[in-house]
């Protein structure tokens, strides 16, 4: 039974929160589950993220939602929260970490806050924001478009979703599976005819020579279902491809909206469907074999979505039951060295930043300037790379790592995974931008000029996610 909250205390974002409610209690030995949802649409006017220009939004298009997953077997307790969002800062995330844990006793480190990459949310941080801001200030003597602290009411909300959802917590069946989807996703690097490494090189372009790496054609799924009468009350679906393909002014959660609304016309208005997205930091979904339209409004994202919920549908009867669920997490921490700029290359991205959004500025050069300064916000010369690792069962586990990171770094950490069926999303509980490999460091390109770390970061995490998993499997 599914049921409605309204908290009229927040202001700033309407908050509706919506958890699966189990009527059942569980013995020690039992996997129970609950899932809420809320809304965390910030005010229209406010400024969106997802590109290097200032966009204000003007209407929503469909809600951005975050969806708490709260889980627990005997002593261990774990959340997870799915953000209609472009990225989680590590400030946010610490505190809605720290308000679970104050509250609820689950450890901070067994709680996953992620964020789906949508590029139609909002911008409530990094150096582009920062200097937005400060220029909206002089200009009026405050920001117009930050007439509240979203960051503030984001942590309340996220906090209030765990909260209800482990309020709910009962016993649940859990099934999961992989299914495979090679017609969506496409690696957007590619070699060209000049020696070069370019990224989104553009549609049917003759100086092409051949795509610089792969896709992740894994579609992960769990299924959470009610254990009495079988209903499915919840799903976490992942699959490594960028939320970009709506770009414009309106409020919106992407593709994993059309996703969600095809899994609830099939398995009930109460059913939530919970998105993560894999390692997808040079995977978008342009297929440049070809001149059909790809770029900007809806169809587009209806149908990846939809393709999406079609796969899924396809899965769900193939799942395996998890009939001994195992519950369990465990972290580590890895210390990225930061790349490092003169204090001439920092005069000249200040000055450069005057000229981000415009076209007196080469699209690269306005990349690295906004990089340089955003470098500055980070305090210190390593970047704290969190992973993640969750125990479903002896044969489903998950990883989660922080920024956009490249697929081959997920491929190289399931191809090492002793779990029979391994996921792993990223930009999880922070957002230091791309994560590439040591190859595409030399290869070069956007990612890698927009990227904070020293090549060699992405390595360490494959290291570290993969002593979690064996360890979680010993």
Known sequence: MLHTIFVSAVVLLSAVLLPAMLPLRASAAELEAAVAVVDITPPLGYRMCGYFNERLSTGVRDPLLAKALVLRQGDCQAAMVFCD??????????????????????????????????????????????????????????????????????????????????????????????????????????????????????????????????????????????????????????????????????????????????????????????????????????DVSTDRPQLGGGP??????????????????????????????????????LQKYSPDDLAWAKTAMEKVGTSELSFLDQVRAYKILDLQLRKGDLLPIEVQAFRFSDEVALVALPGEVFVEIGLAIKKASPFAVTMVIELANDTPDYIPTKKAFAEGSYETVNSRIQPGGGEMAVDAAVRLLKKLKE
């Open 85 to 286: 969002l472009v990225g989680l800062t590590r400030d946010v995330t610490d505190r809605t970490r720290k308000a679970a844990h104050e509250k609820l006793g689950i450890p901070a480190e067994n709680v996953l806050l992620a964020a789906t990459h949508s590029h139609t949310g909002p911008l409530y941080a990094g150096a582009l924001r920062e200097f937005l801001h400060e220029r909206a200030v002089k200009k009026h003597g405050t920001d117009p478009c930050e007439k509240d602290d979203y960051p503030a009411k984001l942590v309340e909300l996220l906090a209030a979703a765990i909260a209800r959802a482990h309020a709910a917590l009962g016993p649940v069946k859990l099934q999961a599976g992989l299914g495979q989807e090679t017609g969506l996703s496409f690696n957007r690097r590619f070699h060209m005819k000049d020696g070069s490494v370019v990224f989104n090189p553009g549609r049917l372009n003759p100086n092409i020579v051949r795509v610089a790496g792969p896709i992740d054609p894994d579609l992960g799924l769990l299924l959470f279902r009610h254990p009495a009468d079988g209903r499915a009350i919840a799903s976490l679906t992942v699959f490594a491809l960028h939320l970009d393909t709506l770009g414009g002014t309106l409020y919106s959660a992407d593709y994993p909206f059309h996703l969600a609304e095809s899994l609830r016309k099939d398995l009930g208005a109460g059913f939530v469907s919970m998105f993560g997205n894999g390692t997808c930091g040079d995977i978008n979904h342009i």
């Open 300 to 337: 587009e994202t209806r149908r990846i979505g939809e393709g999406l919920a079609a796969k899924v549908k396809a899965v769900v009867p193939k799942l395996k039951d998890q009939s001994a669920p195992r519950l369990a997490v465990q972290s580590e921490t890895v210390m990225a060295p």
